[in-house]
């Protein structure tokens, strides 16, 4: 075989190999939630066991959101609005754009691999962002009392601008048990979750006040780090 042929027939098996690396890594779902720009009928809104009905987002020109919530919600939890979708892979990342807005305690957020029966969440992983932090929380139904109860995991004590638009990454993965969150350009989180199995459901999470959801977008693999590693040439 002419050495010409074997160096073309070696180049194209490389790229063959680097495309399907990049592949692996390419965007699954684009999701804007403006008006007429996502499907519902790939979307599953959910509610808290307690609740007589399922709570729903606002439809606004440019997003999904909700607006303020009465001291009677706020006493009945009425003020959480959740929305979930399949995002097919229990290997995966994503990510939500997102406004806090203005309303002191108000809490947006998402929600990875819920249990639930019906329209009825059971358990779930929950990631809130408020003005003054990012909280994980294990969620969990109480069998007798079908209260939601919230289990504290870990925050970082930070900032953020309710006024301004702000990412939240998530990566999760079923066979390392794990899950990893930032929230802008915050150091990563990762937690292990030997007890609560990571499945392929995620949503989004309006939770004490008024908030916005802008964009979400899902990939396989994922990008974010399980662990630190030293700056390049350092290593």
Known sequence: MP????????LLAVTSVALQIASAQDVERAVSFAEGQWTPAEWTPL???????VQTFIQRPDCL???????EQKKQALDNVLLMTDTGTDEGEFEVIFRIGPEKGTAPGVFLSP????????TGIAVFVADYTM???????????RVTEYDHLVRLARWQDPSAEHVLRCRYSRSRQMVALQVDDSDVVVLRFPEHEINSKVGIWGC???????????????????????PDGQG
Do not use: Q
């Not at 249990?115 to 059971?122: K, R």
């Open 3 to 10: 050495r010409a042929l074997v160096l073309l027939l070696c």
């Open 47 to 53: 509610r808290l066991p307690l609740h007589p009905e």
């Open 65 to 71: 959101g909700t607006d303020s919530f009465t001291e």
């Open 115 to 122: 249990t639930y029966t019906g329209e009825e969440l059971e």
């Open 135 to 145: 909280a994980v929380w294990l969620v969990k139904t109480n069998p007798e009392t």
């Open 208 to 230: 004490h006040g008024t908030c916005d959801f802008y964009r979400m977008t899902i990939r396989s693999g994922g990008t974010l780090p399980w662990s630190g590693a030293p």
